[in-house]
């Protein structure tokens, strides 16, 4: 296991620099220069446990969501390397107000994204697909498989808010090493 991983992406769209510790304290220092979709990353590092580091220039909040996450997962993935000992499993239930929220996350190998956000539309000056979309892409990038489910609706900022704190105690719980051999009854996980 590596202390710190640093990733960058650049395209012609995005300029990322990520450097993650998925072993940490919950920091996030720097940020993409989108607020609310930092206040969203710096729920996820802090309730995971992660500490992150990240730098954005960008075009479109699209681009930049979808991008700063799946740099995010790659970065996940690098650090979890063959994720022999790895609990695997994370799963969290998190009010938020009148707003609850379950997440579950397998860091076993296969990429997957379910959610049932329960609404669209713009929160923040960010549109709630392009959220999803993220989320999506952070599975993608960390070879993991998300559901989310809204268990009970109400102000989207509230319901966005209590996903991203249960993704990230969802995979603070997954992370955790518990031993040796990989969770799995084949012997072997995808990864």
Do not use: C
Request: hydrophobic share 40%.
């Amino acid at each position: 296991m590596r202390d710190e991983t640093i990733l960058m992406r650049k395209t012609k769209e995005t300029d990322i620099t990520v450097t993650l510790n998925l072993y940490g304290s919950g920091v996030m220092e720097g940020g993409t220069g989108l607020r609310f979709f930092d206040h969203m990353i710096e729920q996820l590092v802090f309730y995971s446990g992660m500490d992150l580091r990240i730098e954005a220039k960008w075009d479109l909040k699209h681009h930049l969501i979808e991008d700063a996450m799946f740099l995010l997962g790659k970065a996940i993935s690098e650090q979890l390397g063959d994720r022999e000992g790895i609990r695997r499993y994370g799963w969290a239930v998190v009010p938020m107000d009148e707003s609850l929220v379950l997440t579950s996350i397998d860091l076993g190998g296969r990429t997957s994204y379910t959610s049932d956000l329960g609404f669209e539309g713009v929160v923040e000056g960010v549109d709630v697909k392009d959220i999803s979309h993220g989320i999506e892409a952070l599975a993608r990038g960390s070879l993991s498989t998300i559901h989310i489910v809204v268990l009970r609706k109400g102000n989207p900022h509230h319901v966005l808010e209590a996903a991203f704190k249960s993704l990230g105690l969802s995979l603070g719980h997954a992370k955790v090493r518990t031993g040796k051999g990989v969770r799995s009854t084949k012997g072997v996980l995808d990864a």
